[in-house]
């Protein structure tokens, strides 16, 4: 056998394994890449009940079609500190008694939590961003004005 011929398929065997290596994805990781923070599947799919319930699906998009879990995810794992990541992974957790559960007793159980509970205060405050910072809100509920806005020249003033 030549030199060229065996560098030139070991490099091509080496190639494969990385390619290889790199398509295997694990079943049970969430569908984002976080660096912080490691959360499940299950875990996702909690948090986008938990988003579905405080902003439901009306004739507007809810929580989960805006991907408001992926949001409030990414958030927790770049913004918020370990002790507040710890807490937030705990309390998640602790929710998962009402996973699958109707979108009442989701929302009786988000309403029963204390309201110093660092789960409920990052998960309503990351939510309620992530829907006023959506594209959907920012293209069809908020009108944005190039600032100063309109001029009007004929504005009458009650003196």
């Known amino acids: 056998m030549e030199r ?10 080496a190639g494969g394994m990385l390619i290889a290596s790199s398509c295997v994805n694990d079943g049970n990781k969430a569908s984002i890449a ?28 809810g929580g989960r079609s805006l ?8 958030m ?19 929710a ?18 204390s309201q110093d509970d660092t789960f409920s205060v990052i998960l309503k405050q990351r939510t309620i961003m992530g829907y006023l910072n959506s594209e959907y809100v920012m293209k069809n509920k908020l009108i944005y004005e190039l600032v100063p806005g309109r001029y009007n020249g004929e504005m009458k003033i009650k003196a």
């Open 76 to 94: 927790v794992d770049d913004c918020h500190s370990p002790e507040e990541q710890a807490a937030f992974v705990n309390g998640l957790r602790v």
């Open 96 to 113: 998962r008694k009402v996973k699958d559960k109707s979108t009442e007793e989701i929302l009786s159980y988000i309403k029963s939590l």
């Open 67 to 74: 991907n408001l879990h992926l949001f409030v995810m990414k």
């Open 34 to 61: 976080l660096s912080n923070v490691d959360f499940s599947k299950s875990d996702e799919e909690l948090l986008a009940q938990l988003v579905e319930a405080i902003i439901p699906e009306t004739d507007t998009p």
């Open 4 to 13: 060229r011929t065996a560098i030139k398929q070991m490099f091509i065997l």
